[in-house]
């Protein structure tokens, strides 16, 4: 059983960054493909960008130029950089685990508790 844990939200102002990281335990990390998503209030959870097992990064057009998805395998651990933050990114951010992405829809079989994001105005 794969557990996830993500770390690194908090409150934030306007136009701030801010890193989250997801740590992973008990399987083969280097062999999943790794991503985040994110719900706001009220909202349905959204895809915001993932990274395959060999480093390719897929992004929706919301994050993209913005947020920067990064894994080191030897940490077990996988990053979302998010730069020039605005309040429509407040939300809790979930990382996920697929362990058989095709390269075209993440389908996770793991899933992160979350960590809240808020960014002022």
């Known amino acids: 059983q794969v557990q996830l844990v993500e770390s690194g939200g908090g409150l934030v102002q306007t136009g701030a960054s801010l890193r989250l990281s997801c740590a992973a335990s008990?399987?083969?990390?280097?062999?999943?493909?790794m991503g985040w998503f994110r719900q706001a209030p009220g909202k349905e959870r959204e895809f915001v960008g993932c990274?395959?097992?060999?480093?390719?990064?897929y992004y929706v057009d919301f994050a993209k130029g913005r947020f920067t998805i990064s894994r080191d395998n030897a940490k077990n651990t996988v990053y979302l950089q998010m730069n020039s933050l605005k309040p429509e990114d407040t939300a809790v951010y979930h990382c996920a685990a697929d362990r058989s992405f095709s390269g075209v829809q993440l389908k996770p079989d793991y899933w992160g508790q979350g960590t809240q994001v808020t960014v002022s105005s």
């Open positions: 008990g399987g083969t990390f280097s062999s999943y493909a």
């Open positions: 990274i395959s097992w060999t480093g390719h990064t």
